[in-house]
């Protein structure tokens, strides 16, 4: 999501930006702010569902702006269409009480070695049964 000054040098805060430098946000920086995601090390989904969810301009991985990202609204009802369908079928439960190390995986963070899981519920579909375990990795 990183944008290059041209032209004119660019005014942002008490800053002026010069011509040809590029100025890239952080989303990683600010979704450790305690002011805007408080607790922001701790894996608490809820967080956008209350009226204090993050807003527009502190949530961003999609970009912003004329040139934010074209797919996020699919990208969205995509990941909703998914889990959905995972949890009206199952219910699952960490396998291990602390989770793995956290590495980066591309551009984004994830488990170190995937996740193990249990299935809480036995699948509506499909004959795993309650308790089996299964490995949810993702490529690298
Ligand atoms: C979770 C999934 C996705 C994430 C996190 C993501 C993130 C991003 C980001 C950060 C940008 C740069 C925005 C900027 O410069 O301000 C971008 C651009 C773009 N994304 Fe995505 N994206 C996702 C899924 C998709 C999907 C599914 C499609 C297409 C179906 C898509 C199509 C595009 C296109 C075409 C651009 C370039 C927009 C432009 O330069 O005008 N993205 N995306």
Redesign the pocket.
């Known amino acids: 999501?990183g944008r290059v000054v041209c032209g004119e040098p660019f005014a942002l805060g008490e800053y002026v930006i010069a011509p040809g430098v590029e100025i890239n946000p952080s989303i990683r920086t600010i979704q450790r702010r305690s002011d805007l995601y408080p607790q922001p090390r701790q894996f608490r989904p809820e967080r956008f569902l209350g009226p204090d969810a993050p807003d527009t301009y502190t949530w961003v991985?999609?970009?912003?702006?004329t040139?934010?990202?074209?797919?996020?609204s699919?990208?969205l009802m995509e990941l909703r269409v998914v889990m959905r369908r995972i949890l009206e079928r199952t219910e699952l439960q960490p396998a291990a009480k602390d989770l793995d190390k956290v590495q980066f995986r591309a551009i984004t963070l994830a488990p170190r070695d995937g996740v193990q899981v249990l299935q809480a519920r036995p699948p509506v579909v499909g004959d795993q049964g309650a308790g089996a375990r299964a490995q949810l990795t993702t490529p690298v």
């Open positions: 999501m991985p999609f970009g912003g702006g040139r934010r990202c074209l797919g996020a699919f990208a």
